[in-house]
């Protein structure tokens, strides 16, 4: 069993920063691979980035090049690295893990969620 808790949302203007955080607690914490989803009003969850035990990211297409991933298995935390934020990345964040060495990109791979942070982003 894996429990996730975010922090770190918030509201921001376009074109500014936030850094999400994702503390794990439970299994070993650094075998599982580890994503970032986001879900805005009206509109269905989506995938943002993953990232393998050793380091290996995902992104979406969406926020390439604005949005980095990243781990720190000695603390038991994942991270997410918005910049340049849009309007359109207003969203509730979710981070989430999965038991499996894969990296996927689909919700219906992952066993355990966090409760989400909301990011709000100004235009």
């Known amino acids: 069993q894996v429990q996730l808790v975010e922090s770190g949302g918030g509201l921001v203007q376009a074109g500014g920063s936030l850094r999400l955080s994702c503390a794990a607690s439970?299994?070993?914490?650094?075998?599982?691979?580890m994503g970032w989803f986001r879900q805005a009003p009206g509109k269905e969850r989506e995938f943002v980035a993953t990232?393998?035990?050793?380091?290996?990211?995902l992104y979406a297409d969406s926020v390439k090049g604005r949005f980095t991933i990243s781990r720190d298995n000695a603390k038991n935390t994942v991270y997410l690295q918005m910049n340049s934020l849009k309007p359109e990345d207003t969203a509730v964040y979710y981070c989430?893990?999965?038991?499996?060495?894969?990296?996927?990109?689909?919700?219906?791979?992952?066993?355990?969620w966090g409760q989400g942070t909301q990011v709000t982003v100004s235009s």
């Open positions: 439970g299994r070993t914490f650094s075998r599982y691979p």
């Open positions: 990232i393998s035990w050793s380091g290996h990211t």
């Open positions: 989430a893990a999965h038991g499996s060495s894969r990296l996927y990109t689909s919700i219906g791979n992952y066993d355990y």
